[in-house]
């Protein structure tokens, strides 16, 4: 099992310019989450989902789009980048909330994205 | 909210021992412990639930009160290996199936 991947490792981009980020996981997990890692900030929550066809804003969704078309696959847009989406991205999924408390969380290796 | 955690930053000497806090201003179903080693993901520890139920690490332990809306995280005759950063995931009312991550713990094992 490769677990929780994530392409591409490492992206520059140029002010504006779009890109999409990809999250893939081979455990069958219904939910999947997108994080931004920034110094001294901690895991930050952009946008989550709880299943196939569906997604759900987190803390800080502004300047991002998801799309879950496939249950293994979550996707990351940023349709106009800018410098303030210069971060560390985490894709993780888990298998959901069960008996009464969020299950664990298994995280992808993470994309660094620099925006110019 | 995200939760507080304390202190920002440890240095320890091989050997000995750490404590962790995590503190949060809502009432809390769950919270989860991650350490993130430098340049790499965030790799679960434990689980401590609503009820005392704890699942988890061997050689670590934590305690939650439900009361105060306090999690600790307990490193004994720490290792080189402990070394990393620490963050607290708090799960509450509204937030159910969601985690939102203290700003972490630095800390830092020497020989």
């Known amino acids: 099992n490769a677990g929780v991947t994530q392409t591409p490792k490492f992206r520059v981009l140029k002010t504006g310019q779009s890109m999409t980020l990809l999250c893939a996981q081979d455990?069958?997990?219904?939910?999947m989450y997108w994080y931004r890692q920034d110094p001294g900030m901690g895991l930050r929550l952009i946008h989550y989902s709880v299943g196939e066809g569906t997604t759900a804003k987190g803390e800080v969704p502004d300047g991002y789009n998801v799309s879950r078309l496939k249950k293994q696959n979550f996707l990351l847009g940023l349709e106009s980048a800018a410098p303030s989406q210069t971060s560390v991205y985490f894709c993780?999924?888990?298998?959901?909330?069960?008996?009464?408390?969020?299950?664990?969380?298994?995280f992808g290796p993470g994309t660094r994205l620099t925006v110019l | 909210q995200q939760p507080v955690q304390s202190p920002q930053a440890v240095i320890l000497r091989e050997g000995e021992d750490a404590v962790i806090n995590c503190s949060s201003s809502k009432a809390l179903y769950s919270v989860h412990w991650y350490r993130q080693k430098h340049g790499e993901a965030p790799v679960f520890l434990m689980i401590?639930?609503?009820?005392?139920e704890q699942k988890g690490h061997e050689k670590i332990s934590a305690s939650f009160n439900e009361k105060k809306q306090q999690s600790s995280l307990y490193l004994t005759a720490s290792q080189l290996s402990y070394s990393g950063t620490y963050f607290c995931g708090t799960e509450g009312r509204g937030s159910q199936g969601n985690l939102i991550f203290g700003k972490g713990t630095k800390l830092s094992v020497k020989p």
């Open positions: 455990m069958n997990h219904e939910y």
């Open positions: 401590l639930l609503k009820g005392g």
């Open positions: 993780a999924s888990s298998l959901g909330y069960l008996a009464g408390f969020t299950d664990t969380q298994y």
